[in-house]
């Protein structure tokens, strides 16, 4: 299942983000791909705030994962950006995070060199003139019923 949008303001970023997270369910991978400054970080804090995460929400560049817990739901925000090596977020501890009880949202995945879990949901934000050009992609069956609750 594949779907696209435009995303013309950083709010209809984030507002699409929350809109993602209606669909999230524990034990799902989220990759988020594109390029330095094309939202990713933008929309993972709103589908942060949309699940409840209540304090500041800040991009994982310098520390790789920022943990976050809702509930009985337990939420990883990684970015890969500074990986040197595929095998470097195994050695810093992070296999474990990838479990039945959380979500996990990856930025910059392609830095790990495919070693990572498949994800259920790929997202794609491409600069498109002054706004985004958002693409998504289920690549599972829980990915697919996630995007099946996206608003059309």
């Not at 509930?71 to 810093?92: K, M, N, Q």
Request: aromatic letters at 10%; hydrophobic letters at 40%; one cysteine or more.
């Amino acid at each position: 299942m594949k779907i696209t949008r435009r995303l013309i303001t950083e709010a209809d970023t984030a507002a699409f983000g929350a809109e993602l997270a209606v669909g999230l369910q524990p034990g799902m991978v989220v990759y988020l791909k594109g390029e330095l400054g094309a939202g990713k970080t933008t929309l993972a804090r709103g589908l942060l705030q949309a699940l409840g995460v209540t304090e500041r929400i800040k991009s994982p560049t310098y520390t790789l994962v920022e943990p976050y817990t809702v509930s009985s739901l337990y939420l990883y925000h990684f970015d890969f950006y500074r990986l040197r090596y595929p095998d470097e977020w195994v050695d810093a501890g992070f296999r474990e995070y990838f479990n039945r009880d959380a979500v996990c949202l990856i930025e910059w995945p392609e830095n790990a060199g495919g070693k990572l879990p498949a994800a259920d949901v790929a997202v794609e934000l491409k600069v498109d003139g002054e706004g985004r050009a958002l693409s998504l992609h289920a690549n599972t069956e829980a990915g697919t019923n996630c995007l099946r609750r996206l608003k059309t």
